[in-house]
């Protein structure tokens, strides 16, 4: 080897970016927070192994500008102050360049505010679906680096609302997480209900981890509504519909992607939710969703019918690009590097080893890309938002099934009133 070629050689390996025929001899962490334990450890489980089969993907296609993808995924124990002092292990000893999280959204709010916005770290959420995220990107308060792969509330309650009334429910009580994505909901869910013609009875909320919700719940009760619209996570939402039937309120419930969870219906008690009805965000049917539905079953065994899985996927998978595609493994790169490889004018790229790879290589030499991922067409507006369709879902045969979906120009008909 000549002096030249050595030298080139040593500078892409200080850099970061070994030679193209080069294995990987280096490692790039980016890192996660989820909930893995508490009100939201029943759904929190399956979606990280999505982020997991992004990063194994990324590896298995060969890598990152030269280095191997490793995720550290941390729990936040669906708690804000668990997931900030997470965050900030990531941040300020791992020194990711991004983190995919939290699930909640108050954990991301806590995380975004706290820690990834004033330190210029990546923070894409496949799960957060709160309008305040939305608020505070149009404020300048995330300085760009805030994403998220799953549709806002000011969608799902739109959605909601349709099938409230398509189901002639009259009259709905709701009772709420007292956290941004609670409140949100509430409030996009009500306005688009009031609009269609239902009224509500009540609007309550009420805090996490409670013993006994018995006086939001009688409260909920008076006057009696035909249906509840019941929004939280499967532990306290266990506990609250239990005390909801037990107090003989009716059984027929609205049902957001937070309780779209087997276990949830499980430990309710099927029989008691045969009259279910349930949105969450949906997945479009691409190559991409086949592609990641294969790869899911092979590694970890059947898909459950529950929401966020293949949002995990894309995120990890969408950095992962990003970096390619700026040559770069750090923040900013991936920040500016997102939109670039979601290009609607590119080579299209979808899930799997086998597609990331060629994806991969057209990212480094600078071409344009559109990664079409397993949840869907993904491309995001200033905000770091994107627009998705809403899944509708039930329990039939005790069993959390998906049975429609709301599409995204029926939402958006919906949202601006045109026909």
Known sequence: ?????????????????????????????????????????????????????????????????????ELSLLDDQTSPSVGVDAARKLVDVQRVPAIIGALSSGVSAAILTSVTASSGIVQISPASTSPTF?????????????????????????????L?????IGKVAVLYLNNPYGQGLSKEFSEAFRKSGGSITQNV????????????????????????????????????????????????????????????????????????????????????????????????????????ITNAY?????????????????????????????????????AGAESLKKGLRLAAEGKAIRYVGASGPLRFDRNGDIDAPMVVWKVHDGKVTNTGMVSVEQIRQLRTGSK
């Open 164 to 168: 409230a009334a398509d189901a002639r």
């Open 134 to 162: 939305t608020e505070l990107a149009g404020q300048g308060k995330t300085n760009g680096y805030w994403f998220r792969t799953c549709p806002s509330d000011a969608l799902q309650g739109v959605a909601l609302a349709k």
């Open 314 to 350: 894309d995120a990890a998978v969408l950095i992962g690009l990003a970096m390619a595609h700026s040559k770069k493994n750090d923040a900013r790169a991936i920040r500016d590097g997102i939109r670039k490889v979601t290009d609607p004018n590119g080579e299209e790229i979808h």
């Open 1 to 69: 080897m000549s002096k030249k070629a050595l030298l080139a050689g040593l500078m892409l390996a200080v850099c970061g970016v070994a030679p193209a025929h080069a294995q990987t001899k280096c490692t790039t962490t980016i890192g996660s927070v989820m909930s893995l334990t508490g009100s939201l450890g029943a759904l929190g489980q399956d979606i990280a192994k999505g982020a997991q089969l992004g990063v194994a993907d990324l590896n298995a296609a060969g890598g990152v500008n030269g280095c191997s993808i």
């Open 205 to 308: 909320a009420y805090n996490q981890s409670q013993p006994s919700y018995r006086s939001e719940v009688n409260k909920a009760m008076n006057p009696k509504p035909d249906a509840l619209f019941l929004i939280g996570y499967p532990g306290d939402g266990t506990t609250i519909t239990r005390e909801w039937i037990a107090g003989g309120g009716p059984q027929k419930f609205l049902l957001p992607d937070g309780l779209q969870s087997q276990d949830y219906a499980n430990d309710v008690g099927a029989q008691y939710l045969k009259d279910v009805y349930g949105t969450a965000a949906g997945s479009v049917q691409t190559p991409s969703l086949e592609l990641f539905t294969r790869g899911y079953q092979a590694k970890y065994g059947a898909l459950s019918a529950q929401p966020y």
